[in-house]
């Protein structure tokens, strides 16, 4: 599945990588801890958290993960965002509890 | 959801001794504190990597009565007689919280609704 | 908006209890039945001495049909009294499922005008009780009381605060405790919040008042665990409202604006790795209570304040 299917039937709003969409998740992995994700997210994972603090693109960087998906309508700082524009991490947003979001990414068959 | 049921959905190993039939009403998963304190909501599970005894603390102020430690971590003791004490169920699974959210959710437990605060009445 | 607790109107209350209650707990599980081989004089007798409105018939422990008081007085206006049950009942009775919510009874008597329904079990199918419109009203009555009841309990319970400030004659009364928090000691931190919870239960406070202030507290007992050397939670009971000044002589807030913006936070990694640090904080403070005030000096201290009205 490619984000931009997750992005239509989650109603996600993009705010950085809106031409990065095309990307291919291979999975999904739910966390705060960058710690955690550092050591067991997979390549090409849509990493759904809350965190919106600046060193998780370091963190999607490194993990070569395909994208962000901040939840609770939490929208990372301004220079962050210009930040994952330049380092090619698309940010996704959406007004749904991590919880939630990770049920219906799901129920969509990613793993 | 019964608790007994959600331990059978995720594979878990019960820590604390519990009531089984404990009725767990909505499901979160979280790693961050204020975001639990600003979100969860009363008789609820929450579904965390951390196992410090704040989250114990944290759980016990928001009114969740349950939670399930992911990726196989399992707790110190001072959480756990905290957690005893407060009388707040703890279990472990060695899913990841993806996984675990996902079987949750598809098996009907709920989520909280979109952005909703404590201070709201 | 935060504001004080409302009670929610009876009449709100009863809706909500029409959908929680299951219909075993209104039905009369005492069932009197007849067979489709007695007569209408055999109900005759039933109706009147037991001063019941309808029967349900049953055969081999199944329901087959139901007799009402109507059906009755119509065998008796037309001396149809000898009649077998099986002749006048109707067969196609309309019955409820014990494990169905109240509202459901509600809008079956509504809708068929009946006055009466048999219960069955989901499972098995077998006849398990009867339901009247009376039972549904005892039933929400029981439950509307008992509510009122455990309001009324907390509410007196409440009145230990209360009664200790109306008794004590002053121009002015306040109890005041006051919480030592060590900086940067993570294996107590949030054990004074918990110690503060304790004794607001004891003086009566209502659940979500407590959860409010609580979650205030224990923010602020973080902030004083993470950012400085130490501080103290000092809180102000009194007629009508709490305070709780948290205080410290800590490195200060440099940028107060910016700290009160959700997601900004000048926590170090580590912290992050506890779950804290996520700039939450001062804002669910905000949040939580009615009224709150910052201020700070780099190199000297930090003072928040805010209070909850009961």
């Known amino acids: ?111 | ?121 | 908006m935060k504001g004080r607790v409302k009670h929610l109107p009876r009449i709100q209350k009863t809706q909500q209890l029409a959908y929680e209650l299951k219909i075993k707990e209104a039905m009369n599980k005492k069932v009197l039945t007849l067979s489709p081989e007695d007569t209408m004089l055999d109900v005759k007798k039933i109706l009147k001495n037991r001063r019941i409105s309808g029967i349900p018939i049953v055969q081999s422990k199944k329901l087959v049909g139901i007799v009402s008081i109507e059906d009755l007085i119509r065998c008796l206006s037309a001396g149809l009294m000898n009649e077998k049950i099986k002749n006048i009942m109707t067969a196609k009775v309309v019955a409820l499922f014990s494990d169905e919510p109240l509202v459901h009874a509600i809008n079956k008597f509504d809708r068929y005008g009946f006055g009466r329904f048999p219960v069955l079990d989901h499972d098995t199918g077998k006849l398990v009780g009867i339901v009247t419109k009376k039972d549904i009203i005892q039933c929400l009555l029981r439950a509307l009381e008992i509510h009122y009841y455990a309001q009324e309990s907390k509410r007196k319970h409440r009145y230990r605060a209360d009664s200790l400030f109306k008794e004590i004659l002053s121009d002015w009364t306040t109890l005041t405790m006051i919480y030592h928090v060590k900086g940067g000691d993570f294996k107590k931190a949030g054990e004074q919040s918990d110690r503060l919870k304790e004794n607001l239960l004891k003086l009566g406070y209502s659940d979500e008042y407590i959860r409010r202030l609580i979650i205030a507290v224990l923010e602020a007992e973080m902030n004083l665990a993470i950012f400085t050397s130490g501080g103290n939670i000092i809180m102000q009971i009194e007629r009508g409202k709490i305070t709780v000044r948290v205080v410290d002589h800590g490195p200060g807030i440099l940028d107060i604006e910016l700290a009160m913006q959700p997601g900004y936070s000048t926590a170090p990694d580590f912290v992050r790795e506890l779950g804290f640090g996520a700039g939450m904080g001062l804002p669910n403070i905000k949040n939580c209570t009615d009224e709150m005030r910052l201020e700070s000096i780099v190199g000297k201290g930090t003072n928040l304040e805010f209070c909850i009205y009961n």
């Open chain 2, 1 to 121: 959801m019964k608790l007994k049921q959600i331990v059978k959905i995720l594979e878990a190993e019960a820590i604390t001794s519990m009531k089984v039939d404990l009725d767990i009403k909505i499901g979160g998963g979280s790693d961050l504190m204020s975001d639990v304190l600003f979100y969860a909501k009363p008789e609820s599970m929450l579904l965390t990597g951390l196992t410090n005894i704040q989250v114990v603390y944290t759980a016990s102020t928001a009114g969740i009565i349950a939670i399930c430690f992911v990726r196989g971590k399992k707790p110190p003791k001072e959480t756990i007689e905290l957690a005893e004490k407060k009388k707040i169920a703890l279990i472990t699974t060695s899913l990841p919280m993806f996984e675990s959210c996902g079987r949750l959710y598809k098996k009907g437990l709920l989520g909280t609704s979109e952005v909703e605060g404590v201070s709201k009445k």
């Open chain 1, 1 to 111: 599945m490619k984000l931009r299917e997750l992005v239509k039937y989650l109603d996600l709003d993009v705010l950085a990588g809106k031409n990065l969409l095309g990307r291919n998740v291979s999975g999904g992995y739910a966390g705060d801890m960058l710690s955690d994700v550092l050591a067991n997210s997979g390549k090409g994972n849509v990493w759904v958290t809350m965190q919106i603090h600046p060193n998780v693109l370091a963190v999607a960087t490194t993990k070569d993960l395909s994208g962000i998906l901040m939840t609770n309508g939490r929208k990372p700082e301004a220079e962050t965002l210009r930040k994952a524009e330049e380092k090619k991490i698309p940010i996704m947003v959406s007004l749904l509890s991590t919880y939630k979001i990770v049920g219906r990414l799901y129920e969509l068959g990613i793993r």
